[in-house]
């Protein structure tokens, strides 16, 4: 029987030879997530449900990244409660302050994530690592917490919808720029439920930080997971963080799709999600004089050391407009010692930007650039609902690393193209 | 189970930003995360809204993120159930996990006015709208899932069942 790489993973991890569409499993997960949100409830459900000892304490995965450093007491609470549990269940992977990095960039780049993995988070981000050719979604606490007892779940499994993306990339085209295009298509609901397989020419070109942008906001399409083929790219990003090897799996030529849709990325700009769905998106040259307040470059979709370079050689040189605050926030202490090394936070600083310790923060309206009634924000992040990154008066307007520098620079909405060009220093 | 309330109607994907903001999210208090429910959509709502009240809303009810702070909140504000057109993946799933009894009917959701008074029996799956004189069929709940709800949730209920 043909498979996708979904169905044979999920297969796999129920001790099937077969899996298909709306079929009930329960599986064997690799490894279950949470942070400061979610955590809090997850560990009152598994003391709830009976629970003393975790199933294992090297794949229960703790990271406090929301509201951390701990924004407030209520956030310092919550993150002592994950502490504390940590302590006693003596796990392995929880990562506190100085080793803490957003979740969803820190556990791939520590080698926690490989192909073929079944990974359960309590962040609906958590299908982020479906860049890896694992299986990863995003549950609630309850779930997660009594996955965090047993090591098990159980799924529907979903059909998947192909997404096959041909042509070369134009400049300044990135990852991000696809998946909001995509999304703008698919609408926010239109992979409810379902897989969605990022594959075809383009994506095998397409660098590994990319795939995790596109993975990454699958969610934002409703989807359950979002999944590519692992190839050279995925196994040499593996072979330098993890000791083990993970197992690939690839879909069949003939497996079953609920639908495939063709991408021409030589056709596809830079595009610009608005208030207040991600499927509103746009190309740069139609987005008209939006003025902005702030930008924010940075979250689990893109702040990593690939998102800043782009940042960096965008702003290298310049100076940001005087009415744009402008926030860096590298997603972990590893990209942000590496963005030092490579002087990227020196542009930073002299553009006018500051430079934020790794954490979700802006995003989600936590702490660190909050959003004041009628404010607008460009930003490199995932959601831009109602009162995402503050007041529900304020705006957020979804781009790429590179759209949201040229942004910060410009005062208002705007390709890098526009930028005036550099003084050659003589 | 039946519910019997007014209704507050809500557009297509009202997401989980909408029903509990995240600047509320550094507690899991029931009561406290209630007082914010669908705040940004509607300041007023908390005020409004009688113990017993259904929400119905449009397509994809839930978006976004996977707290569950969400369907707690809208059990804490005094909802009895929410009637939708279709719901996200994540939150479906939680808002059974938490006891938030939630129905799916296009029509139903498309017809239904603000402030119309409406009769929900889980058994059938029958809505009946009083104000309209109008009927609505959506999938019953089946009755292990009502002893769910009825206990207050997935743990609640399996804690019980331990005893």
Request: with cysteine; net charge positive.
């Given at each position: 029987?043909?498979?996708?790489?979904?169905?044979?993973?999920?297969?796999?991890?129920?001790?099937?030879?077969?899996?298909?569409?709306?079929?009930?499993?329960?599986?064997?997960?690799?490894m279950t997530l949470a942070n400061d949100v979610t955590a809090p409830l997850a560990i009152e459900v598994f003391y709830q449900a009976?629970g003393n000892?975790v199933?294992?304490r090297?794949?229960v995965v703790m990271v406090p990244d929301h509201f951390v450093p701990n924004k407030d007491i209520a956030a310092a609470e919550q993150c002592r409660l994950m502490r504390l549990f940590a302590r006693e269940q003596k796990l392995t992977n929880f990562f506190d302050l100085g080793e803490m990095g957003i979740e969803h960039a820190l556990l791939?780049e520590k080698?926690l994530?490989?192909?073929?993995?079944?990974?359960?988070g309590a962040d609906s981000h958590t299908?982020?690592?479906?860049?890896?050719?694992?299986?990863?979604?995003g549950v609630g606490s309850t779930d997660l917490g009594?996955?965090m007892?047993?090591?098990?779940?159980?799924?529907?499994?979903?059909?998947?919808?192909?997404?096959?993306?041909?042509?070369?990339?134009?400049?300044?085209?990135?990852?991000?720029?696809?998946?909001?295009?995509?999304?703008?298509?698919?609408?926010?609901?239109?992979?409810?439920?379902?897989?969605?397989?990022?594959?075809?020419?383009?994506?095998?070109?397409?660098?590994?930080?990319?795939?995790?942008?596109?993975?990454?906001?699958?969610?934002?399409?409703?989807?359950?997971?979002?999944?590519?083929?692992?190839?050279?790219?995925?196994?040499?990003?593996?072979?330098?963080?993890?000791?083990?090897?993970?197992?690939?799996?690839?879909?069949?030529?003939?497996?079953?799709?609920?639908?495939?849709?063709?991408?021409?990325?030589?056709?596809?700009?830079?595009?610009?999600?608005?208030?207040?769905?991600?499927?509103?998106?746009?190309?740069?040259?139609?987005?008209?004089?939006?003025?902005?307040?702030q930008?924010v470059?940075g979250s689990c979709?893109?702040g990593?050391?690939?998102?800043?370079?782009?940042?960096?050689?965008?702003?290298?040189?310049?100076?940001?407009?005087?009415?744009?605050r402008?926030i860096i926030i590298p997603a972990t202490p590893w990209i942000y010692q590496?963005?030092?090394?490579?002087?990227?936070?020196?542009?930073?600083?002299?553009?006018?930007?500051i430079v934020s310790a790794p954490t979700c923060g802006p995003c989600l309206g936590g702490h660190m650039g909050i959003l004041a009634?009628?404010?607008?924000a460009?930003a490199?992040t995932n959601r831009?609902f109602?009162g995402r990154m503050g007041h529900p008066?304020s705006?957020?307007?979804?781009?790429?690393?590179?759209?949201?520098?040229?942004?910060?620079?410009?005062?208002?909405?705007?390709?890098?193209?526009?930028?005036?060009?550099?003084?050659?220093?003589? | 189970?039946?519910?019997?309330?007014?209704?507050?109607?809500?557009?297509?994907?009202?997401?989980t930003d909408?029903i509990i903001p995240a600047r509320y999210l550094t507690t899991s208090d029931p009561k406290e995360l209630g007082r914010h429910c669908?705040e940004d959509?509607?300041?007023?709502?908390?005020?409004?809204?009688?113990?017993?009240?259904?929400?119905?809303?449009?397509?994809?009810?839930?978006?976004g993120s996977s707290r569950e702070h969400a369907p707690i909140a809208?059990?804490a504000?005094?909802?009895?159930?929410?009637?939708?057109?279709?719901?996200?993946?994540?939150?479906?799933?939680n808002?059974?996990?938490m006891?938030?009894?939630?129905?799916?009917?296009?029509?139903?959701?498309?017809?239904?006015?603000?402030?119309?008074?409406?009769?929900?029996?889980?058994?059938?799956?029958?809505?009946?709208?009083?104000?309209?004189?109008?009927?609505?069929?959506?999938?019953?709940?089946?009755?292990?899932?009502?002893?769910?709800?009825?206990?207050?949730?997935?743990v609640?209920?399996?804690?019980?069942?331990?005893?």
């Amino acid at each position: 029987m043909s498979q996708t790489i979904t169905e044979k993973i999920l297969a796999a991890h129920s001790g099937r030879k077969n899996v298909y569409p709306g079929q009930l499993i329960e599986a064997k997960v690799d490894m279950t997530l949470a942070n400061d949100v979610t955590a809090p409830l997850a560990i009152e459900v598994f003391y709830q449900a009976g629970g003393n000892k975790v199933f294992n304490r090297r794949k229960v995965v703790m990271v406090p990244d929301h509201f951390v450093p701990n924004k407030d007491i209520a956030a310092a609470e919550q993150c002592r409660l994950m502490r504390l549990f940590a302590r006693e269940q003596k796990l392995t992977n929880f990562f506190d302050l100085g080793e803490m990095g957003i979740e969803h960039a820190l556990l791939p780049e520590k080698g926690l994530v490989l192909p073929g993995d079944l990974i359960i988070g309590a962040d609906s981000h958590t299908c982020t690592y479906g860049a890896l050719g694992a299986f990863a979604t995003g549950v609630g606490s309850t779930d997660l917490g009594a996955a965090m007892l047993t090591g098990r779940t159980w799924f529907k499994v979903p059909e998947t919808i192909k997404l096959v993306y041909k042509g070369k990339l134009k400049t300044w085209v990135s990852g991000k720029d696809l998946i909001l295009y995509t999304i703008g298509d698919l609408g926010v609901d239109g992979a409810r439920y379902q897989a969605m397989e990022f594959c075809g020419p383009a994506m095998t070109t397409l660098p590994m930080a990319d795939r995790f942008t596109m993975a990454n906001m699958a969610i934002e399409a409703g989807a359950k997971n979002g999944i590519f083929e692992p190839d050279e790219k995925t196994m040499a990003y593996v072979r330098e963080r993890s000791a083990r090897a993970g197992k690939i799996f690839h879909s069949d030529p003939e497996a079953a799709y609920k639908e495939i849709r063709e991408y021409d990325c030589s056709k596809i700009e830079p595009q610009v999600a608005f208030p207040h769905l991600p499927e509103n998106a746009k190309p740069i040259s139609k987005v008209g004089k939006v003025l902005i307040d702030q930008a924010v470059i940075g979250s689990c979709t893109n702040g990593r050391l690939e998102d800043l370079r782009i940042a960096a050689q965008v702003l290298k040189g310049r100076t940001v407009a005087k009415t744009i605050r402008l926030i860096i926030i590298p997603a972990t202490p590893w990209i942000y010692q590496q963005a030092m090394k490579e002087g990227l936070l020196d542009t930073f600083l002299k553009a006018g930007g500051i430079v934020s310790a790794p954490t979700c923060g802006p995003c989600l309206g936590g702490h660190m650039g909050i959003l004041a009634k009628g404010e607008r924000a460009i930003a490199t992040t995932n959601r831009n609902f109602i009162g995402r990154m503050g007041h529900p008066g304020s705006e957020v307007y979804l781009a790429s690393p590179a759209i949201t520098a040229a942004s910060a620079v410009l005062g208002r909405i705007g390709p890098v193209e526009a930028l005036p060009t550099l003084k050659k220093k003589k | 189970m039946k519910f019997s309330g007014r209704v507050w109607k809500f557009g297509d994907h009202v997401d989980t930003d909408v029903i509990i903001p995240a600047r509320y999210l550094t507690t899991s208090d029931p009561k406290e995360l209630g007082r914010h429910c669908m705040e940004d959509a509607d300041p007023d709502f908390i005020k409004k809204v009688k113990p017993g009240d259904i929400i119905v809303a449009g397509r994809n009810f839930g978006s976004g993120s996977s707290r569950e702070h969400a369907p707690i909140a809208i059990k804490a504000a005094g909802i009895s159930c929410v009637i939708a057109e279709s719901y996200a993946r994540i939150f479906y799933r939680n808002a059974f996990n938490m006891g938030l009894p939630i129905f799916e009917s296009a029509e139903a959701a498309a017809q239904i006015n603000q402030g119309d008074q409406l009769l929900v029996e889980a058994d059938t799956g029958n809505i009946e709208d009083r104000t309209q004189k109008k009927r609505f069929k959506a999938e019953p709940i089946p009755a292990f899932m009502q002893e769910l709800i009825k206990d207050g949730g997935l743990v609640a209920h399996l804690k019980k069942g331990q005893v």
